[in-house]
């Protein structure tokens, strides 16, 4: 069951329960996720759980109906379900629970809960009518319901059905007329439509040995499923019935007993006849075909019994006794075979179903040789069109499958050339996937092991590799599981040695690996800066004024002039411009399943104006069988990491560049430098943040994860272990970059916005005196050459005068101050809840950015007095989900200072 279809499902549950709490449908999701496998592993013993339910209803008798009603179907999840029950009856709290919501619900629908649990109707009492308009509204409703569906012409009926049969999951095949209309080609029992024409004679009127005979030759008819004249067989009600017959009451009271204990044989082969003949139609899969036939083959046993009993009873030689002795041995088999063929169709079970019946069957049968042998030559025959279909499956990896009955299925729509393109692709995951009800009961503990031997050999077929397994040997049926377990295994081990050779070797998986660390992670500090000075310029723009081919070029120029040149997959490296800042994407991600969605969705991404500095992404070509790994969402994630670094990277160079063009303010003989010189410290504060906030991602969070990546791919078995791996590593990096948490993600881009916007608004101030100076440094009209001395001379008293006019104004210490607390207040908040996120969910590599921030203990006071604050603040309720809320609607909406700021010109309500 995928995520989605449990979020789904939980939803639902709260939805009917009506459950209203803080904790949503992700929370109980994630909880099932966690702890649920794909198929049954466990074997739960209900006898225990059905007498403590019985104990606990009010009504046990119909509970044990209603078990063993539902238990006949084959279900086999049933005993899971009666054991979950059985442990609600422990818990008060819940049965209170569900007791007052049954009582909610059955007010809602206009009636009263009795004690036994269901509902009386006390919509109209007794003499009451319904109103006029009462009987129009329902009216209304019934049409509105039943069109479309319910109220459909023999037109459209039979469209539908043709449609059904055209999209069923197996080819059927037409089944000719004249099977129904000679009802003579059974082997049961035909039902007479006109009475017989001569009436046989009494047999109370004959003498007790013509009786005798008379009685032999109808149970001769009767075993072969006609009819005698002193023995017929009543008309069944329900095709899977038990047959029974009417006696000629004048027999002869001790050869009527004799009769009665031969007539259930008669019975059991009917019911065994009719089986056969349903079951052999190709709507029912090979399993039950060779269930039939080995049936079939008993069967013909059977009739040779019974040709030999006539031969005996045409030479005088076949008493009723003698009868009774030669029927018994067949007696017990035929009877098995009814009631396998009585469970079969109760369940309506095919493929694994049918095989785990047998299987329990066989099992069972334990205290009785004979009989388990017989279950066991069943079982064996019915397996092998399904060991058919497993042998090819882990041998060549390939699915032979008409009547949809094996465990694995496949999805043909599911196609390796969308893991490159969509990031909802799971082609792993969903090509082929396991069906929980085609699992038989003896392979559930391998059944992981199938889908993954197929898979693998399946992506080495692909490869245009020949498939040759070297353990290749035919798997029978036996009650010792661990044979056929073993050559399963060994298959598997197989698969997953050669496909792992395949990637690690012959494909070098960990040097593309290497590669993509080299470019999104930003490992070769030279390529990004060479990139950086040479684009900055085109970065800048609007994402509609940027031309992708020229960034192209600039990325290619940067990669041939550094050390990525030495790269073998250099050449696969892209640029990509997206239409959404990270913010938006990781917003967008973080809100699947939420109140949030649906308002994220609604944006218009044509609305989002957003410079060409956030648009900007690589991207990396990968082919198959390489992109199983790194496919689609691993390449997402890797953007979402590399964007994150570019933009803190590019946050660091615009305070450096502040700092060089500060550094000019030096030489000037400024009289108001107090105000310039908190501008200077709070530079100094911004550039200490970023760049340990840097070094802690490059350095504390990537470089060990990818450590620890390189040691896992070494000793991983199998391809699971290296998608694992892969995707652990790219969460984590994820997680500890604060890009999961929507909290610390709000609180870090705003500081980056912060940060940009003082830069801008120093560059801005700087530009401005500069280009003053540029206008009075002109020579007055008459004088002679302007000596350099002079021209500095000038320059100082003019910037001097202008930059103390601007600094002594009151807006630029009202700016400055501005900046310097929304970055404080900023910084605290970051650290607080990095402090309690490290502490509350265990997050112990986030105090490394505490301490490098607050290394000498700066922020401890203001932290400590934070806090306090912040726990008499959680006293309220929801103050945190309403604060995120309103940062991601903030933050998801189109913004445009980041589209602006980088540029050199001022923006407009910047």
């Not at 040779?304 to 009774?324: D, M, N, P, T």
């Not at 009877?335 to 063929?341: K, N």
């Not at 079982?379 to 058919?388: G, I, R």
Request: hydrophobic share 40%.
């Amino acid at each position: 069951m995928s995520e989605f279809r449990v979020h789904h499902r939980v939803s639902e549950l709260q939805n009917l329960l009506k459950v209203r709490s803080g904790e949503g449908a992700e929370v109980y999701a994630d909880l099932l996720l966690k702890n649920m496998t794909p198929y049954i592993t466990t074997q739960v013993s209900s006898h225990s759980a059905k007498r403590k339910i019985a104990s606990f209803t009010k009504t046990p008798d119909e509970f044990q109906r209603k078990y063993d009603e539902v238990k006949s179907k084959n279900v086999r999840e049933l005993d899971p379900l009666v054991f979950l029950v059985s442990k609600l009856t422990e818990d008060t709290k819940t049965q209170t629970f569900l007791e007052q919501n049954a009582q909610e619900r059955a007010a809602e629908a206009g009636g009263t809960l009795t004690s036994t649990g269901s509902v009386v109707s006390m919509a109209t009492s007794s003499g009451s009518k319904m109103s006029q308009e009462e009987v129009s509204e329902l009216r209304n409703k019934l049409l509105s319901a039943t069109s479309g569906s319910s109220l459909m012409s023999p037109e459209s009926l039979r469209r539908q059905r043709d449609k059904a049969k055209k999209n069923a999951p197996f080819h059927t095949l037409a089944i000719p007329a004249w099977v129904s209309e000679r009802p003579f080609l059974t082997g049961d029992f035909v039902r007479q439509t006109q009475p017989p024409s001569e009436h046989p004679v009494s047999l109370g009127t004959l003498p007790l040995t013509l009786q005798e005979q008379a009685v032999v030759e109808d149970l001769l008819f009767a075993m072969m499923g006609v009819d005698g004249k002193y023995i017929q067989a009543r008309a069944v009600n329900d095709k899977h019935g038990h047959r029974s017959f009417n006696v000629d009451p004048s027999l002869d009271v001790s050869m009527k007993e004799l009769v009665n204990r031969v007539l259930p044989v008669c019975s059991h082969y009917s019911t065994v006849c009719r089986f056969m003949e349903e079951k052999s139609m190709p709507d029912y899969g090979q399993v039950n075909h060779a269930l039939c036939a080995a049936m079939r083959s008993l069967a013909k046993e059977y009739l040779i019994l019974v040709a030999q009993l006539e031969h005996q009873s045409r030479q005088g030689q076949l008493s009723l006794q003698k009868f009774w002795f030669y029927v018994q041995p067949c007696m017990r088999t035929l009877e098995i075979l009814a009631a396998i063929a009585e469970t079969v169709n109760k369940g309506e079970c095919r493929g694994g179903a049918v095989l785990s019946l047998l299987h329990e069957r066989t099992a069972s049968l334990i205290g009785d040789p004979k009989a388990q042998d017989l279950c066991l030559y069943l079982t064996q025959a019915a397996c092998v069109p399904y060991f058919e279909i497993l042998e090819r499956w882990i041998y060549k990896g390939i699915i032979v499958d008409p009547y949809a009955e094996f465990i694995v299925e496949e999805h043909e729509s599911v196609i390796k050339e969308k893991i490159e393109k969509d990031y909802n692709d799971a082609y792993w995951e969903q090509r082929y996937t396991i069906c929980r009800e085609r699992i038989p009961v003896f392979l559930e503990k391998v059944a992981d092991k199938i889908l993954s031997t197929g898979k693998y050999l399946n992506v080495i077929r692909q490869c245009g590799r020949d498939v040759k397994c070297p353990a290749a040997e035919e798997i029978v049926y036996t009650l010792k599981e661990r044979q056929y377990v073993e050559q399963i295994e060994k298959a598997y081990n197989y698969a997953s040695r050669v496909l792992l050779d395949l990637l690690m070797q012959e494909k070098e998986l960990m040097a593309r690996l290497r590669s993509i660390k080299h470019y999104f992670l930003l490992d070769q500090g030279d390529l990004v800066v060479q990139f950086m000075d040479m684009a900055e310029d085109e970065l800048k723009k609007d994402m509609e004024d940027i031309i992708p081919t020229r960034l192209e070029s600039l990325l290619e120029l940067a990669l041939r002039t550094s050390v990525a040149n030495a790269d073998p997959y250099k050449d696969d490296l892209k640029v990509e411009l997206l239409n959404y800042d990270l913010i938006t994407q990781l917003f967008r991600i973080l809100s699947i399943e939420t109140k949030q969605e649906k308002a994220l969705q609604a944006i218009d991404p044509t609305e989002i104006h957003i410079s060409g500095l956030e648009a900007f992404a690589f991207d990396y070509e990968v082919k198959w069988p390489l992109s199983l790994i790194i496919n689609r969402k691993a390449l997402t994630r890797y953007q979402m990491l590399f964007r994150h670094l570019f933009y803190a990277k590019h946050v660091e160079r615009q305070l450096c560049n502040m700092w060089l063009n500060s550094k000019t303010a030096k030489q000037y003989d400024l009289q108001s430098p107090r105000w310039y010189a908190a501008a200077f410290a709070l530079r100094h504060r911004m550039l200490h943040f970023v760049q340990n906030y840097g070094y802690y991602m490059m350095f504390e969070v990537l470089e060990p994860n990818w450590h620890i990546l390189e040691q896992n791919l070494k000793s991983v078995s199998n391809v699971d272990d290296v998608l694992h791996h892969h995707m652990d590593f790219l969460d984590k990096c994820l997680k500890d970059c604060m890009l999961t948490n929507t909290e610390l993600l709000k609180i870090v881009s705003k500081l980056m916005v912060v940060c940009i916007t003082f830069c801008n608004c120093i560059q801005r101030l700087t530009r401005t005196f500069l280009a003053d100076e540029e206008l009075q440094l002109t020579a007055p009209a008459g004088k002679g050459k302007v000596t350099e001395a002079d021209i500095r001379k000038t320059r100082t008293k003019v910037v001097s005068e202008h930059v103390d006019e601007l600094v002594s104004s009151d807006s630029f210490e009202d700016t400055i101050t501005n900046f310097d607390t929304n970055f404080s207040s900023l910084l605290l908040s970051l650290l607080d809840r990095l402090s309690h996120f490290s502490s509350s969910d265990c997050e112990h590599n986030m105090m490394n950015i505490i301490y490098r921030i607050d290394f000498n203990g700066h922020y401890t006071e203001q932290l400590e007095q934070f806090s306090a604050e912040r726990s008499t603040m959680e006293q309220a309720p929801d103050w945190q989900q309403a604060d995120s809320e309103s940062a991601f609607a903030k933050f998801s909406s189109g913004r445009k200072p980041p589209a602006k700021e980088p540029s050199p010109k001022p923006a407009s309500g910047e």
